[in-house]
């Protein structure tokens, strides 16, 4: 799990593209809410969901991928 946050004196690869994802859904949660009537709290919960499940398997790939 180090290796997520830091390797080889500079960040990791999982804290980095833990980052770019979460930049990236955040961009389609807000071409989503411009483009489609939703209610926010759909779209948050919606977002939320798809987020967490993005972002675990992100830390599992990371931490299989290290081992």
């Not at 859904?25 to 919606?46: F, G, P, Q, T, Y």
């Amino acid at each position: 799990m180090k290796d997520f946050f830091w390797a080889s004196g500079h960040l990791g690869w999982g804290i980095f593209s833990l980052a770019v994802f979460t930049v990236l859904w955040w961009l389609l949660a807000d071409l989503v809410w411009r483009l489609k009537n939703v209610r926010i709290s759909r779209l948050a919960i919606m977002m939320s969901a798809g987020w967490i499940l993005g972002a675990g398997l992100i830390v599992l790939g990371s931490c299989l991928g290290s081992s």
